[in-house]
């Protein structure tokens, strides 16, 4: 079994729309939380860091529900230089230098 | 300041053939760390590195992958003997401070895209 799962999408939205992906992890002992962005033949870029009581940047939100094993990324009003795949990583508590990525989530933003 | 740069940018060899990728981090970083993110897929972890020490490599996939990083600077992947399921990119990440705070993130490179025939 994989310690991140993410559905891979494509989500297709057109502009100014709300989205929202999840990522499913499946050990407890994950401690950190990221979201990257991945543009196509680039890159991972570091999007935003999750923490335990949630936390947002400009139109994007990240939460955490430790209870359930998942994570989720909100972006409100969606851009078209949004379109991306987005990569959910995690490490565990006893190894913080391993990140776990998840296959990514493919979004299309269209005009 | 420069990012994270890596070299070749692409690289294609014949099956058998052995290459070797080059990792610059960003100055002053003391961890670095490698990926191999096949197409479709998320990046998995291959290495890491603190200074010139390799304290995981539980990620390389066989014994013909071999990373150093003598001078705790550049770091050099290399596999030898490559077969068609090398084909992938290899990406770098480097990563600071020392102390390592879990909430601190990688910076990654362009990576190598590299295509074995």
């Known amino acids: 079994r994989k310690e991140v799962e993410q559905d891979p999408g494509p989500f297709n939205v057109p502009e100014g729309a709300t989205v929202a992906f999840n990522c499913t992890y499946s050990?407890?002992?994950?401690?950190?939380f990221f979201w990257y962005r991945q543009d196509c033949r680039k890159e991972p870029k570091l999007l935003m860091s999750v923490y335990s009581s949630g936390n947002e940047d400009g139109r994007f939100t990240a939460q955490l529900n430790r209870a359930s094993q998942y994570i989720s990324l909100l972006i409100r009003d969606s851009k078209l230089s949004d379109s991306a795949t987005y990569l959910c990583?995690?490490?565990?508590?006893?190894?913080?230098?391993?990140?776990?990525f998840g296959s990514g989530t493919k979004l299309n933003v269209k005009p | 300041g420069a990012g994270v740069s890596q070299s070749p940018r692409y690289k294609v060899a014949k099956r058998g053939q052995d290459v070797a990728l080059r990792c610059d981090p960003i100055s002053g970083h003391v961890s670095l760390f490698w990926y191999q993110q096949a197409l479709g897929q998320g990046p998995e972890f291959l290495t890491y590195f603190q200074n010139e020490a390799q304290l995981d490599k539980s990620g390389l996939p066989s014994d013909r992958f071999f990373a150093e990083r003598p001078e705790g600077s550049v770091s050099t992947l290399k596999i030898q003997r490559t077969q068609q399921e090398d084909s992938a990119v290899y990406l770098c990440?480097?990563?600071?401070?020392?102390?390592?705070?879990?909430?601190?993130?990688?910076?990654f490179g362009p990576g190598t895209r590299l295509t074995v025939l």
């Open positions: 990583v995690v490490t565990l508590v006893y190894n913080f230098n391993k990140f776990y």
């Open positions: 990440a480097s990563r600071h401070p020392v102390t390592g705070v879990s909430t601190d993130t990688q910076y």
């Open positions: 050990n407890s002992a994950s401690q950190s």
